[in-house]
Antibody, heavy 119, light 110 residues
Framework: QVQLVQSGTEVKQPGTSVKVSCKGS????????IQWVRQAPGQRLEWMGY????????KYSQKFQDRVTISRDPSASTAYLDLGSLTSEDTAMYYC????????????WGQGTLVAVSS | QSALTQPASVSGSPGQSITISCTGT?????????VSWYQQHPGKVPKLMIY???KRPSGVSNRFSGSKSGNTASLTISGLQAEDEADYYC??????????FGGGTRLTVL
């Protein structure tokens, strides 16, 4: 079955960066996009960006584009989200999700990675 | 635009039908047939319920249906059940490979 397994909880200090991984299994990793979505405590889902796991094309939300990098390693069936210049407002659950290429819906989600930013 | 507009909350009794609206603009909801809906129970991962306006993934109950008129998409849940109580988010393609979510709607089954 399709699974996306994310890396574990991160506790970071303000001003540092965090890297979250998302490993896909049960499907051909390169045939899909990986989207990244975050959710602050009690708040809505917020789109951060995506990567085409096959050709590496990516797009970032304007809100994050100055400090986010999304990458992938097809040989490891893994995508990564790198977010820098962290502040307390970045404390959130970060989700990766699979999206069929050339379509816009998230059909399988990772379990989420909690990133807590605190001094 | 920061988020699509959804009502903060809706409620209904078991067996009733409810509709959740999702209003955007001609640059997102109105411009593409790429609206999807997600159900999220507290502390859980979002789950795809509707995609491409009105399509249901395998395994999703046919009590869930979607539609769109102009810049507003809608999710209708018929025959409400206690297990439907959750947060619901709409999502739309917004052009230039970007995506936008709604603010979320809390559904309470009375």
């Amino acid at each position: 079955q399709v699974q996306l397994v994310q890396s574990g909880t991160e506790v970071k200090q303000p001003g540092t960066s965090v890297k979250v991984s998302c490993k896909g299994s049960g499907y051909t990793f390169s045939d899909y996009n990986i989207q990244w979505v975050r959710q602050a405590p009690g708040q809505r889902l917020e789109w951060m960006g995506y990567i085409n796991a096959g050709n590496g094309n990516r797009k970032y939300s304007q809100k994050f584009q100055d400090r986010v990098t999304i990458s992938r390693d097809p040989s490891a069936s893994t995508a990564y989200l790198d977010l820098g210049s962290l502040t307390s407002e970045d404390t959130a659950m970060y989700y990766c999700a699979r999206e069929p290429t050339n379509r816009v819906f998230l059909d399988n989600w990772g379990q989420g990675t909690l990133v807590a930013v605190s001094s | 635009q920061s988020a699509l507009t959804q009502p903060a909350s809706v409620s209904g009794s078991p067996g009733q039908s409810i509709t959740i609206s999702c209003t955007g603009t001609s640059s997102d909801v109105g411009g593409y047939n790429s609206v999807s809906w997600y159900q999220q129970h507290p502390g859980k991962v979002p789950k795809l319920m509707i995609y491409e306006v009105n399509k249901r993934p395998s395994g999703v109950s046919n009590r869930f249906s979607g539609s769109k008129s102009g810049n507003t998409a809608s999710l209708t849940i018929s025959g409400l059940q206690a297990e439907d109580e959750a947060d619901y988010y709409c999502c739309s393609y917004a052009g230039y490979s970007s995506v936008i979510f709604g603010g979320g709607t809390r559904l309470t089954v009375l």
